[in-house]
């Protein structure tokens, strides 16, 4: 009799506790707006409410589409920019001067914002991201190129709309 009743108890756990060993990729899963955005949402940093990281990269077209899709939107630059962490040259306020009101390649990037050393330890991201990560800014000169954000170095670059980078939304 005892063993009916433990191997349906056992199943039950088994199920209930999960694989053990996997990696978070920071993908919740959900990337339909259920219209309790709560879930989709679960990192409050600096006054916003971030998704967790994108499983795949992607295009800035498809970027804006996947974060209205989880009930948010892109980050501008200069939000994407407070999630920098541990290097002073391109954290906000540092000597990078690429910010939602300094859009320009030529006016606006420096040395400053070529970050650090490279790594990919986590340490130069608030949420311990090491990938390209893309912001809805574009940049003023040239509006096919848009701002990113690299967490492996610190980095503030920019590229072409086409190119594919990670996404963590906003709210």
Not at 102 to 125: A, H, I, R, V, W
Not at 131 to 146: I, P, V
Request: proline fraction near 3%; charge should be negative.
């Amino acid at each position: 009799m005892m063993k009916i009743i433990l191997i349906p108890l056992i199943i039950i756990l088994m199920l209930s506790v999960g694989s053990c060993g996997e990696i978070n990729t920071g993908d919740s899963g959900n990337t339909g707006n259920t219209g309790d955005t709560g879930d989709n949402f679960p990192n409050e940093h600096d006054g916003l409410n971030w998704s967790d990281a994108s499983s795949d990269s992607m295009p800035w077209d498809e970027a804006i589409t996947y974060c209205e899709n989880l009930g948010g939107r892109l980050p501008t630059i200069s939000e994407l920019r407070t999630l920098i962490q541990n290097c002073p040259g391109s954290e906000t306020g540092g000597e990078c001067k690429v910010a939602d009101d300094c859009l320009s390649f030529e006016g606006c990037y420096s040395d400053q914002c070529n970050g650090c050393e490279k790594t990919n330890s986590g340490k130069y991201s608030v949420f311990g991201d090491t990938y390209w990560f893309s912001s809805s800014s574009e940049t003023s000169e040239y509006t096919d190129f848009a701002w990113h954000v690299s967490f492996n170095g610190g980095q503030v670059g920019n590229s072409g709309k086409n190119s594919s980078f990670y996404v963590r939304c906003v709210q």
